[in-house]
């Protein structure tokens, strides 16, 4: 069964307050005619009496036909029916109509059965024989407050309290019931067979598409929160815009909105729905007089018939919008076994790259530097691998990505920077001799923007036992890196430079730095 707070409760609607422009019906359900007119009477002279029409049925199965034409303010179900006994009939009005309250009579005055009444579904209980006009008037007022208060509490717990649109537990909700109506067993022409199996209607599926908006973030520091709710906003009321009646928007947190399509016929449907959401947010949204362009990444993926995995769903769904964001942002993506199988591969690297320092799995393989005119070695590059126990020896384009997002670079690179230093020392005991030999070790941009940089470099040069002056150790940082913050940047190489320790850039020429640049740099 699906959940059933699925509409926000209507103030102005009968069923959600006392007071409205007309008056409402309140249904009492009692076969028996002298108590009927007493109930009705009752209510006529209490202070509900302008505000509701009685219509009097006697059996239940009377009422439920009346709740198919016309929903009423509350119903007052005597729980003694020829044709429902005790529970029985709330039960069966909590099915027909389950935002309509319900006060059940009772002849027997026995907790135990209002308890087990209200615990049923209904909203109060009286028992008969104590009922006047102040009281029963008095139930129904708070029966109907309760049931509002109930709806109210619901759609709170189903829906996201920003922009009003279903929350995570209402789509899953929600995709859970299209993945069973999409399994639901189509029967051949001459009926159902013993053990035959279910076919899933074929040409429809389910679709769910999951997006992220682009550069949220900025919106958010550089106008204020108060700004990116309005974007939030915004993005909902354009996404309820141009999906079907018949889809479901969601905001499962932050900035990730997710769409549910039933009944797709073909991947150019689902298609069509990502590219209008990709084109109704591309056009700007103006916050305080400013205009904010947003864009978003979007991920797609079809269910596969007989499917009933809806976490792994919305999973491969925000695999592709990954993916998507990764290939240049403002863009969408179908989901494909193989983003798996990358996604899976990062997982096991980050959490085999937590052990992998304390386990001793990383080492160090050197690079000769040859001058080319003389053709001896001047120097060498220390170059780190990892020797993962179960995919053998890694190089760095297969794990560093992971540490850099981890900040478990920032340990790794220290262990580098220090057995790179100490191997340096013990050729300078074994070959004293020998002219100096520049250690060359790359620095990442994560280890050049800790405040503790220059000291983690100081340090491992005296645990090496080295002096600055008398070993030549080079500091490759990448090009791309520089760029990230001039001002930082250029503090932490001239507090480096001080050390005596030389500076390299790597990969000079796949960004945008020139050589006046360059030049401004220690």
């Given at each position: 069964t699906g959940i059933l707070a699925a509409t926000k409760p209507d103030p102005g609607a009968p069923g959600a307050g006392l007071t409205g422009p007309a008056p409402a019906r309140l249904l009492l359900v009692e076969d028996s005619p002298q108590d009927a007119a007493l109930y009705t009477a009752m209510i006529r002279s209490s202070s509900l009496g302008e505000l509701f029409e009685v219509v009097r049925v006697d059996r239940l199965a009377t009422c439920i036909s009346a709740l198919a034409q016309h929903q009423p303010a509350c119903i007052v179900l005597d729980m003694g029916l020829p044709d429902s006994e005790g529970i029985e009939g709330i039960t069966q009005l909590r099915i027909a109509a389950p935002e309509?309250?319900?006060?059940?009579?009772?002849?027997?005055?026995?907790?135990?059965v209002g308890l087990q009444a209200l615990q049923s579904g209904a909203q109060d209980y009286l028992v008969k024989d104590g009922v006047d006009s102040r009281l029963l008037a008095r139930s129904v007022r708070y029966a109907i407050e309760r049931m509002r208060a109930e709806q109210q509490i619901r759609f709170m717990a189903f829906h996201d309290p920003l922009t009003g649109l279903a929350n995570r537990a209402l789509f899953t909700d929600r995709l859970s019931i299209a993945l069973a109506h999409s399994r639901r067993a189509v029967p051949p022409a001459d009926g159902?067979?013993?053990?035959?199996?279910?076919?899933?209607?074929?040409?429809?599926?389910?679709?769910?598409?999951?997006?992220?908006?682009?550069?949220?973030k900025v919106v958010n520091d550089s106008l204020g929160h108060s700004s990116g709710d309005r974007l939030l906003q915004a993005v909902a009321h354009r996404l309820l815009?141009?999906?079907?009646?018949?889809?479901?928007?969601?905001?499962?947190?932050?900035?990730?909105?997710?769409?549910?399509?039933?009944?797709?016929?073909?991947?150019?449907?689902?298609?069509?729905?990502?590219?209008?959401?990709?084109?109704?947010?591309?056009?700007?949204?103006?916050?305080?007089?400013?205009?904010?362009?947003?864009?978003?990444?979007?991920?797609?993926?079809?269910?596969?018939?007989?499917?009933?995995?809806?976490?792994?769903?919305?999973?491969?769904?925000?695999?592709?919008?990954?993916?998507?964001?990764?290939?240049?942002?403002?863009?969408?993506?179908?989901?494909?076994?193989?983003?798996?199988?990358?996604?899976?591969?990062?997982?096991?690297?980050?959490?085999?790259?937590?052990?992998?320092?304390?386990?001793?799995?990383?080492?160090?393989?050197?690079?000769p530097v040859v001058d080319l005119g003389s053709g001896c070695i001047c120097g060498m590059e220390a170059l780190l691998r990892w020797d993962e126990p179960a995919r053998g020896r890694l190089w760095p384009a297969d794990f560093l990505s992971s540490a850099e997002d981890s900040g478990l670079i920032i340990p790794i690179g220290s262990w580098v920077l220090g057995t790179a230093l100490d191997q340096t020392a013990v050729w300078r005991r074994c070959l004293p001799n020998r002219d100096l030999l520049t250690m060359s070790v790359n620095l990442s941009g994560r280890q050049l923007l800790e405040p503790g940089?220059?000291?983690?470099?100081?340090?491992?040069?005296?645990?090496?036992?080295?002096?600055?002056?008398?070993?030549?150790?080079?500091?490759?940082?990448?090009?791309?890196?520089?760029?990230?913050?001039?001002?930082?940047?250029?503090?932490?190489?001239?507090?480096?430079?001080?050390?005596?320790?030389?500076?390299?850039?790597?990969?000079?020429?796949?960004?945008?730095?020139?050589?006046?640049?360059?030049?401004?740099?220690?």
């Open positions: 309509v309250p319900v006060v059940v009579l009772t002849g027997t005055d026995d907790d135990s159902p067979r013993r053990g035959s199996r279910a076919r899933v209607p074929e040409g429809k599926t389910t679709a769910v598409i999951v997006l992220d908006l682009d550069d949220f815009a141009v999906v079907r009646p018949s889809d479901t928007v969601a905001r499962l947190g932050g900035d990730e909105f997710a769409v549910l399509c039933e009944g797709v016929v073909s991947v150019e449907e689902a298609t069509a729905v990502a590219q209008r959401i990709m084109d109704v947010l591309s056009a700007p949204v103006v916050l305080d007089a400013a205009e904010v362009f947003v864009g978003a990444s979007i991920g797609v993926v079809l269910a596969t018939p007989g499917t009933t995995d809806v976490d792994g769903l919305v999973r491969d769904a925000d695999i592709a919008m990954y993916r998507a964001k990764a290939g240049g942002r403002g863009r969408f993506m179908f989901f494909e076994e193989a983003m798996r199988a990358v996604i899976q591969a990062r997982h096991a690297t980050d959490s085999a790259l937590h052990r992998a320092l304390e386990r001793e799995e990383f080492s160090l393989d050197y690079q940089v220059v000291d983690v470099v100081a340090t491992a040069l005296a645990q090496a036992r080295l002096d600055p002056r008398a070993v030549c150790l080079c500091l490759e940082v990448t090009e791309t890196v520089l760029l990230e913050d001039i001002e930082a940047m250029a503090l932490r190489l001239t507090a480096l430079k001080a050390l005596g320790v030389r500076l390299a850039v790597d990969d000079f020429g796949t960004g945008y730095a020139s050589l006046n640049y360059l030049q401004g740099l220690p």
